[in-house]
């Protein structure tokens, strides 16, 4: 049985509060999509959406900017888990509609 | 990679590691390998927790089965490096190329379980749409999938979702079939610690 949630809750946690370069704000709105100025927009948009389409200019724009590589590491990662997130969740409402109550709780 | 940190900002002792994969292996590291090996308790640790149970932890689903739900979602994804890596371990599992190819070229005829066609039908519109819905789900467990096996497709869903973004974002490299074929036999040795 994979019941990925406790760890997924874990990686969630570490990654969103736990220590880092980037801030504790710009990892959540990496994770969220959502509050980012430009360059990071661009970026973590891609990632989101499109993972395929990101360029060696975004990352340089981002350097330009002044992010460290281990801050836009950490800034692309978060923006991966959080997109993978909510497919995740928005999946396991849809299948506990279809389940009616076989709901499981955390 | 497009980070030079994740090339080789690695210790001194993964990078010994490194060279023992080279010199075992005969084969470049994988950039994957690099990833997960860089500030592990950031990411590698905590993701390959979830990984590993998903795709190696118990579940109805085989292992094979579990390695080609990886590829079908990379494929979704465009992921050129997950999708050539996964379908290596797949037909690794399943010592079967030619399932592993015919479900990747076109699922509508290639000859699979139903449960296991309509399961990656869902994961592909959810991994391309970002949404699946009651109907959806309603339709994979009136193919015969059991909720269980539903909700251990998400977690292969999950990971691949996250690891392929990764893998396009940071440039991964592209190597040939034989440094994959070492991947594989060492994903199917070893899983995903």
Not at chain 1, 79 to 97: C, H
Not at chain 2, 22 to 50: A, C, E, H, N
Request: aromatic fraction near 8%; charge should be neutral.
């Amino acid at each position: 049985m994979a019941d990925i949630r406790q760890a997924r809750k874990t990686l969630v946690s570490r990654i969103l509060e736990g220590d880092g370069e980037a801030s504790r704000s710009e990892r959540r709105a990496a994770f969220d999509n959502r509050g980012l100025a430009e360059p990071l927009t661009t970026l973590v948009e891609k990632v989101a959406g499109h993972a395929y389409r990101v360029t060696d200019e975004d990352f340089a724009a981002v350097r330009v900017a002044g992010f460290s590589e281990d801050q836009t590491f950490e800034i692309v990662v978060c923006a991966a888990i959080g997109v993978a997130t909510r497919q995740y969740d928005i999946a396991l409402v849809a299948l506990e509609a279809a389940t009616g109550n076989e709901t499981r709780k955390d | 990679m497009r980070l030079r940190i994740l090339d080789s900002g690695h210790g001194f002792g993964t990078k010994a590691l490194f060279a023992l994969i080279r010199t075992v292996s005969r084969q470049p590291v994988l950039d994957v390998i690099k990833l997960v090996k860089y500030r592990t308790d950031f990411y590698g640790q905590p993701m390959g927790v979830i990984t590993q149970d998903a795709m190696r932890g118990p579940s109805t689903w085989s292992v094979g089965d579990r390695e080609l739900m990886a590829a079908f979602v990379a494929k979704a994804n465009q992921c050129e490096f997950c999708t050539k890596a996964h379908s290596a371990v797949a037909q690794g599992a399943y010592r079967d190329g030619k399932r592993v190819s015919a479900v990747l070229s076109d699922l509508d005829s290639a000859s699979v379980e139903e449960p296991l066609r309509a399961t990656l039908l869902m994961l592909g519109k959810l991994t391309r749409e970002h949404a699946v819905d009651m109907d959806d789900m309603r339709t994979v467990l009136a193919a015969g999938a059991s909720r269980q096996q539903i909700e251990d497709a998400l977690a292969v869903c999950y990971s691949f979702n996250v690891i392929g973004r990764l893998a396009d974002a940071f440039g991964f490299v592209v190597p040939g079939p034989k440094a994959f074929e070492a991947g594989a036999k060492y994903l199917l040795a070893r899983g995903y610690r």
